[in-house]
């Protein structure tokens, strides 16, 4: 039985900026782009959250909410080096350790001597020492696997610990709402309630089979879920998957291929930079391209090759213009994968 702990900094980029300047604690703020760049909401603390700011929010929207909201631009080069320090206090009790971003991580400590091998109790030691030498707040949720265990970290957000004891997991996943599963979506919550299924419990109901024949790939990961397991060890070094660039467009590009085009011309020669320095001169796995809608719903369209292909690359943004159905277009990526496809709960656009 392993002993996970998923810990999720509080706000983070907004809780440093309010750590090194106090007079912001009591104010709405957030970290993100300018509204006149078309920006978003990277984060933003819990006052702002009371006027109904969330992350990924467009930043205009996000003043209109809250015209107090105090904008900042972020300094990603300062929270990476915080991030460094949090890693630290995390080796102090395993070096089992799988980021999930700056300020994210599972911590398999089921061989740590640290507390009596509680991982309860390493969680909340955890927590204090972020507190004490960092200034800053996180939550953390502790159980047998990283699914439980990530979920658990949401239950008592901000500054929380929650615990899911292997005994207790039977029951907690009964009745867990299948919307609070890593990797379902809106679109997935929705097609799952047309069946009638809203709980862990609803799909016990059905059959390993006819979940595979209704869902697919995600009946034979939920099959799993709504028993509460997961065997996904912590991965100390996560593999690289993609490489991608991406532009937001001050205003809205019509639906015109060639105009399309010529900005894929103008993101081909980055994407062709990053991909030499982080994957070198080996195949690749597939070319994706993004487009993001005037009305922030977005497309990806992916297809299988071993390097960049142009007559590839039309015939992608061919497809990705006919999902618009005319729609402006706020934003062009494009990706290319580099790692090893796995398995992977999430089934949303």
Request: aromatic share 6%; charged share 25%; hydrophobic share 35%.
């Amino acid at each position: 039985m392993r002993k996970i702990i998923h810990v999720d900094m509080d706000c983070f980029y907004a809780a440093v900026e309010m750590r090194d300047n106090p007079a912001l604690c009591e104010r709405p703020i957030a970290v993100g782009g300018a509204t006149e760049r078309r920006g978003v909401i990277c984060t933003c603390n819990y006052v702002a959250r009371r006027f109904g700011v969330r992350s990924a929010m467009p930043t205009a929207l996000a003043r209109k909410l809250c015209p107090p909201l105090v904008l900042l631009p972020g300094r990603m080069s300062y929270y990476k080096e915080v991030s460094r320090q949090l890693h630290g206090i995390f080796r102090r009790y395993t070096e089992l350790i799988e980021p999930l971003s700056l300020d994210e991580a599972y911590l398999d400590v089921t061989g740590s001597p640290q507390c009596d091998g509680s991982a309860t109790l390493i969680a909340a030691e955890i927590r204090q020492t972020i507190r004490r030498e960092l200034g800053l707040t996180a939550s953390a949720g502790v159980a047998p696997n990283k699914f439980l265990a990530k979920i658990a970290s949401e239950h008592n957000k901000p500054d929380g610990q929650f615990v899911i004891a292997p005994h207790q997991v039977d029951e907690f996943v009964r009745q867990l709402p299948l919307s609070q599963i890593p990797g379902i979506g809106r679109k997935s919550a929705e097609r799952l309630a047309a069946f009638g299924l809203f709980t862990c419990e609803d799909v016990r109901a059905l059959s390993q089979e006819e979940c595979h024949r209704h869902f697919g790939k995600m009946g034979d990961v939920l099959q799993e879920r709504i028993w509460g397991r997961d065997e996904r060890p912590v991965q100390v070094s996560r593999e690289r998957k993609s490489v991608g660039v991406e532009t937001t467009y001050e205003s809205d590009l019509p639906p015109d291929e060639a105009l399309c085009w010529q900005q894929i011309e103008r993101l081909l020669p980055e994407l062709q930079r990053r991909l030499l320095r982080h994957h070198g001169e080996r195949p690749i796995g597939g070319l994706g391209l993004k487009l993001k809608f005037a009305d922030f719903q977005q497309t990806t369209v992916y297809r299988s090759c071993d390097h960049i292909q142009l007559e590839l690359l039309h015939s992608l943004l061919r497809e990705g213009l006919q999902r618009g159905a005319g729609r402006g277009i706020r934003l062009i990526g494009l990706v290319a994968g580099v790692g090893v496809r796995r398995e992977q709960l999430s089934f949303d656009l």
